[in-house]
């Protein structure tokens, strides 16, 4: 039980980006004893894009499971409204926490709001400047109407103030899933994946694409397949394959491209063998937005699929560079990867396993506790 609030604080976890994010919040609010609850949208339903991940980072069962499951976004965010609104009649939380940006931040965020219950907003002002991008819209929106803006990086703060929002809702606190990185590197460290999935360390390359810029027509997913075909000439590339990703090269008939290639085709993995593989890799090729970071932060080389980053901290001072789909780019990183020209990167301020612990500082002096 809590020692002031009467009420609970609910946080809201949808997607698998997402569980990396509240897991150290979790943890710190149990070492705080604050009263709170877990609300999982169900927006991710498959094992090893949900359960599989709760597991391997220690997250307990929800408070509350929605189950809204995939649709197309007004029906997927509609549907986490609907259900959301219902178990906020129930018992008024003091306080609603969403991380990132997907629609299961930006539903919770606006339900909650509208029933004036403070919102945070974990992950704020980071900005890619293309209203294209889902998540770019669930961003803006989202950071409009949260009470408590928590931030990663120096740009996100500059952002929310070209928006008009006020500085004393923003607070500089790092990166939480800099935190879960490191509060598992050690577990991460001990799992013999490499073994596992016939892999050298330092001489494979790991892959993740999900986007649906990247992913949704053929012509830009035959693009990528051009990149990875140059990349498996020069070596083993392991892929951890995401559902949508998976479907779009079944239905554009694009398999067979892949067929015959120096790659390990798999199924979503768990976060511990995720880092693993991504921490014994020699370069990763992505279009997530949390990878960069992790990458960033273990100081491998990362190449994105995407022609911005709302992130720009991983370019400046980590080891990212945007690439897009562009072949030329590709070989040219690629190339300066290999032959130890690429940059090396620096440790990031305030990406040090702290964050959780200056978040729950802030809640508590604002709510008294
Ligand atoms: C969502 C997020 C994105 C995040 C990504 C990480 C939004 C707008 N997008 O995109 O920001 O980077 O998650 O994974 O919220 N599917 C399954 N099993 C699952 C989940 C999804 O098969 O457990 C399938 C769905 O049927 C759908 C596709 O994958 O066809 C896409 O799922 P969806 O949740 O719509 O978006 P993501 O692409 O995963």
């Known amino acids: 039980m809590s020692r002031i609030l009467k009420k609970s604080i609910y946080v809201v976890a949808g997607a698998r980006p997402n569980f990396m994010k509240i897991a150290p919040l979790i943890k710190e609010f149990q070492k705080e004893k604050i009263n709170f609850k ?16 709760f597991d391997n980072l220690g997250i307990p069962e929800p ?8 649709a197309s976004h007004a029906v997927q965010t509609a549907k986490i409204m609907l259900e959301f609104e219902k178990i906020l009649v129930k018992e008024e939380p003091s306080l609603v926490v969403v991380v990132g940006d997907v629609n299961s931040t930006l539903a919770c965020a606006l339900v909650a709001k509208k029933k004036h219950i403070e919102v945070a907003h974990i992950e704020a002002g980071l900005r890619s ?5 889902p998540e770019e819209i ?5 950071d409009q109407i949260s009470d408590i803006l928590f931030t990663t990086e120096k740009s996100a703060m500059i952002n929310l103030k070209r928006e008009g929002i006020s500085s004393d809702k923003i607070f500089f606190v790092g990166n939480i899933m800099i935190d879960s990185l490191i509060m598992n590197l050690e577990k991460a460290k001990e799992l013999n994946s490499l073994e596992k999935y016939e892999l050298k360390k330092n001489n494979y ?7 649906p810029s990247n992913v949704d027509k053929k012509e830009d997913l035959k693009k990528l397949l051009n990149i990875i075909k140059f990349l498996q000439e020069k070596i083993k590339i392991f892929f951890p394959i995401h559902p949508r990703t998976k479907k779009n090269l ?6 067979k491209d892949i067929e015959n290639m120096n790659l390990y085709i798999t199924k979503p993995i768990g976060y511990l063998e995720f880092l693993n593989l991504m921490m014994n890799s020699k370069l990763v090729l992505t279009d997530s937005g949390g990878i960069q970071e992790e990458a960033s932060f273990l100081k491998i080389p990362v190449l994105t699929a995407r022609n911005e980053t709302e992130r720009p901290i991983t370019i400046d001072e980590g080891t990212n560079t945007i690439i897009g789909n562009d072949i030329f780019k590709a070989k040219r990183y690629i190339k300066e990867i290999f032959s130890s020209n690429y940059k090396k990167g620096k440790d990031i ?3 040090d396993g ?13 709510f008294n506790i």
Not at 42 to 53: A, C, P, T, V
Not at 205 to 211: D, F, G, Q, Y
Not at 250 to 255: A, I, N, P, R, S
């Open 138 to 142: 669930n961003r803006v929106l989202t």
């Open 38 to 53: 877990l609300i999982h949208t169900g927006q991710h339903y498959d094992y090893n894009m949900s359960k599989l991940i």
């Open 129 to 133: 400047f293309n209203m294209e991008m």
């Open 349 to 351: 301020e305030k990406w």
């Open 354 to 366: 702290q964050t959780a612990i200056r978040i729950v500082q802030v809640i508590k002096r604002k």
């Open 63 to 70: 408070d509350f499971h929605l189950n809204i499951g995939s």
């Open 205 to 211: 390359a790991l892959i993740t694409l999900h986007r």
């Open 250 to 255: 079944e239905l554009f008939d694009l398999e």
